[in-house]
């Protein structure tokens, strides 16, 4: 079974076709500055209608994740079991996504700093992301040191 396909719009065009050239990009308003993922016509904040398209650096961090031990669409029977991870881009947007190293889950934390890592499905290029490595041992030790310090107390 082929893997499924996102309904793209002509609002939702210009984000898929930078996938495809290897950049993610997202909207800002012009009105207020906020940003958001997926795309939409207006600002959730301040509904104004006059987006423009940013380029996000490929920086985030987990915000939440479930792991799918079940493939309730037979395109992901092969990839069982496989995360549906929340990430925040560190301009501001939220997307769902899979964080493509993270063992099903086992590895992800909440705050798990996350790069940008386009792959390809076919047709489609699907922003997708994995954890940040070295980025993440110097979270360890200052998480660690913080913990230390306050069961001392
Ligand atoms: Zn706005």
Redesign the pocket.
Known sequence: MSFPSPDITPISAPYWDALKAGRLLFQR??????CWLPARE???????A??VWDEASGRGVVVSWVVYHVAYNEAFKSRIPYDVTLVRLEEGPQLLTNVVDSEAGRRLEIGAPVRLKIEREGELALARFSLDAAHADSNNRNNNSRIAGATSV
Do not use: E, F, G, W
């Open positions: 308003c012009r009105q207020c500055n906020h207006a600002c959730p904040q301040c509904l104004s006059d987006p």
